[in-house]
T-cell receptor, first 115, second 111 residues
Framework: EAGVAQSPRYKIIEKRQSVAFWCNPISGHATLYWYQQILGQGPKLLIQFQNNGVVDDSQLPKDRFSAERLKGVDSTLKIQPAKLEDSAVYLC?????????????FGPGTRLLVL | SQKIEQNSEALNIQEGKTATLTCNYTNYSPAYLQWYRQDPGRGPVFLLLIRENEKEKRKERLKVTFDTTLKQSLFHITASQPADSATYLCALYNQGGKLIFGQGTELSVKP
C-alpha cells in the first residue's frame, strides 16, 4: 500500500511570507495528524483531524497557522505570516482510527527554512 | 504536564553489541508506550508498542521493557548492525489521547 505523501519536500521562504504544505494520507485512514519537529526534538502535535473534523488543535498557533481537510482525505497546513522560529520539519501522519495505542504512519515531512 | 526524557547524548557502540536506550516519563501513567525509528530526512517509523500490563515485548532483535513503577522503558537492539544507526523515539499517549514524543536518542553502530 502507498504510504503518506507530502509535498513539497523542501521550502525556503523569508519571514512574513506565507507557505502551504500538502498531505495525502494512506487510503482509508480516517485520522490525520500534523506535527512540527524542530531540530533535535521529537515531533509535537499541531492538529488532529477525524475525517474532516478537527479533534485537537490546542497546540496550533492559530494567529498564524491554519489547516483544513475539506473532503476528509487530503489536508493542507498553512503558515501566514511565517516567523524565523517556524523553521522545522512538518510531518503528516495518518492512522486507521483514532485512539490510544493506534499506530501512526508518517510521511517524509516538509523541511521549512525561514530566513 | 507529561514529560518524556531520553538519553540526550548520542550512543556509539560496536557492531555485534547490544544497544540499550532509555526512556523516562513523569506526571503520567500511560496505558501504552511506543518506540519509533527515524532516519535522516525521513518521518518516524513505528517499531513496537508495549502495554502497561506487559513487562516485556520482543520483535526479532528488538526488545522493549516497561516498568510502570520506575516510570521507565528500555529499548534493546541485540547483535546490532551499522544499518541500525538512526534516531530512536519513545512516545506515549497522554490522558487526552495525544501522542507525546521524547526528543530521541541517536544511535551509531560502528563496523
Amino acid at each position: 500500500e502507498a504510504g503518506v505523501a507530502q509535498s513539497p519536500r523542501y521550502k525556503i521562504i523569508e519571514k512574513r511570507q506565507s507557505v502551504a504544505f500538502w498531505c495525502n494520507p494512506i487510503s482509508g485512514h480516517a485520522t490525520l495528524y500534523w506535527y512540527q519537529q524542530i531540530l533535535g526534538q521529537g515531533p509535537k502535535l499541531l492538529i488532529q483531524f477525524q475525517n474532516n473534523g478537527v479533534v485537537d488543535d490546542s497546540q496550533l498557533p492559530k494567529d498564524r497557522f491554519s489547516a483544513e481537510r475539506l473532503k476528509g482525505v487530503d489536508s493542507t497546513l498553512k503558515i501566514q505570516p511565517a516567523k524565523l522560529e517556524d523553521s522545522a520539519v512538518y510531518l503528516c501522519a495518518s492512522s486507521s482510527v483514532a485512539g490510544a495505542g493506534e499506530t501512526q504512519y508518517f510521511g517524509p515531512g516538509t523541511r521549512l527554512l525561514v530566513l | 504536564s507529561q514529560k518524556i526524557e531520553q538519553n540526550s547524548e548520542a550512543l556509539n557502540i560496536q557492531e555485534g553489541k547490544t544497544a540499550t536506550l532509555t526512556c523516562n516519563y513523569t506526571n503520567y501513567s500511560p496505558a501504552y508506550l511506543q518506540w519509533y525509528r527515524q532516519d535522516p530526512g525521513r518521518g518516524p517509523v513505528f517499531l513496537l508498542l508495549i502495554r502497561e500490563n506487559e513487562k516485556e515485548k520482543r520483535k526479532e532483535r528488538l526488545k522493549v521493557t516497561f516498568d510502570t513503577t520506575l516510570k521507565q522503558s528500555l529499548f534493546h537492539i541485540t547483535a546490532s548492525q551499522p544499518a541500525d544507526s538512526a534516531t530512536y523515539l519513545c512516545a506515549l499517549y497522554n490522558q487526552g489521547g495525544k501522542l507525546i514524543f521524547g526528543q530521541g536518542t541517536e544511535l551509531s553502530v560502528k563496523p
